[in-house]
């Protein structure tokens, strides 16, 4: 499981006698607090924690109270060292800074306090980070919890994973679909939008950015252009503003807009956006079928599949560092493009039988050296896909 990986990632890089400040970032109800209490629960080392939520986000002398807190337990105490960890760190006003001069501090005295910072606010943490703790932090991020992650857990099989999603915490209501929809739109969505985007960022359109994401979602797998979006939507607004609001969204673990591969950046960044969840969570709660009746209509289980897949790979660049898009030149379409160190793979999915894929055979033509395949009935079975490495496929 993912968990676990980070787990043993995260127990290695604490165990180096180099330090650095560990960041653990990744969206809401992933289990990033519930890894670090496993930590704890090992005791392999002295671990204490401590969450920002409640605190007054004005009062930084509680992170400094606290890490005095844990120089003095580290003393008192004899350790070697002391590791201590801060949640939520990002609903600190200046958090970067405070955090920045007590470190520099215990470097200067050999204190070897060790620090790890979780946050769910993916914007707000790397804006602190780049601005006053460079060459001080390591970055770990957690995404949405894949098929193979919930499957290992819970015993679900891919078509309840392209249904129902990788939220670990939805899974006991799975038997009841309408508790199970209004579970991840209360709590996980409507937190992660009203907690870490409204609360974190100045939005001047909060109608807008929820507008996008509830169009974004319902879209979720075709291209809208810019213009087109703006016509759907009740609010007025820009596409600077739109494409403002789909980065925040993106960051947030909640929805992203996929560019239209190009060899020139430039294009690729005036491109029209692909809209994509990611959670396939995020879109079934927004169609009127349920589970049962969406396995028996091919046309709409075909865009469930299409939205897995994508959803899969999102996260998966997330923390493989390979980037994800689309490509379209007129009539020809391919679903997503694979880049990473200069190699590109060209993925078409296709849950039933097709003869022709005019599109893969024009991106080939384009681009002679890429890899191409069929996700689908005709090529590697969707099931199967999303056990594997994307990686391997380059």
């Not at 937190?191 to 879209?219: H, W």
């Not at 039988?353 to 069929?374: A, Q, W």
């Amino acid at each position: 499981m993912f968990e676990r990986s980070v787990l043993q990632l995260l127990r290695g890089r604490i165990l180096e006698p180099r330090r650095y400040i560990q960041v653990l970032m990744g969206p809401r109800q992933v289990g990033k607090t519930t890894l670090i209490t496993q930590m704890m629960q090992k005791k392999e080392f002295p671990m204490v924690y401590h969450a920002a939520d409640g605190v007054p986000a004005g009062n930084t002398q509680w992170l400094e109270q606290i890490w005095e807190a844990g120089r003095l337990e580290l003393k008192t105490q004899n350790l070697p060292s002391l590791v201590l960890v801060v949640d939520e760190i990002q609903k600190l006003h200046q958090w970067s800074e405070t955090v920045k001069r007590l470190w520099d501090e215990d470097s200067r005295e050999g204190r070897n306090l060790k620090v790890i910072l979780l946050g769910s606010s993916q914007i707000l943490v790397q804006k602190g980070l780049s601005e006053s703790l460079g060459g001080r932090f390591e970055v770990i991020r957690m995404g949405h919890w894949s098929y193979q992650e919930m499957r290992d857990a819970f015993g679900i099989d891919p078509r309840q994973y392209a249904w129902f999603g990788g939220y670990p915490g939805s899974i006991p209501l799975m038997e009841d679909e309408s508790r199970w929809r209004n579970y991840i739109r209360d709590s996980l969505v409507e937190t992660a939008i009203s907690r870490d985007i409204f609360q974190m960022t100045r939005i001047d359109k909060p109608v807008l950015l929820r507008n996008l994401f509830e169009l974004g979602c319902s879209y979720s797998g075709q291209v809208l252009s810019y213009t087109k979006i703006l016509g759907q939507l009740k609010e007025a607004g820009n596409s600077t503003t739109l494409a403002h609001y789909l980065r925040l969204l993106d960051t947030a673990g909640l929805l992203g807009g996929l560019e239209k591969y190009s060899d020139k950046t430039v294009r690729q960044r005036s491109s029209s956006p692909k809209f994509q969840v990611h959670n396939p969570a995020l879109r079934t709660i927004r169609t009127p079928q349920k589970f049962q009746d969406s396995l028996a209509d091919p046309q709409e289980w075909g865009r469930i599949v299409e939205g897995v897949v994508g959803a899969g790979l999102l996260n998966e660049a997330l923390t493989r560092d390979f980037r994800i898009y689309y490509w379209r030149e007129g009539d020809h379409e391919v679903d997503f493009v694979i880049e990473y160190q200069e190699k590109i793979a060209a993925l078409e999915v296709k849950s039933s039988h097709v003869r022709k894929l005019p599109g893969l055979k024009k991106f080939r033509d384009r681009y002679p050296s890429c890899k191409s395949y069929i996700i689908g009935r005709d090529g590697i079975p969707w099931e199967e896909f999303l056990l594997l490495n994307p990686l391997d496929l380059l």
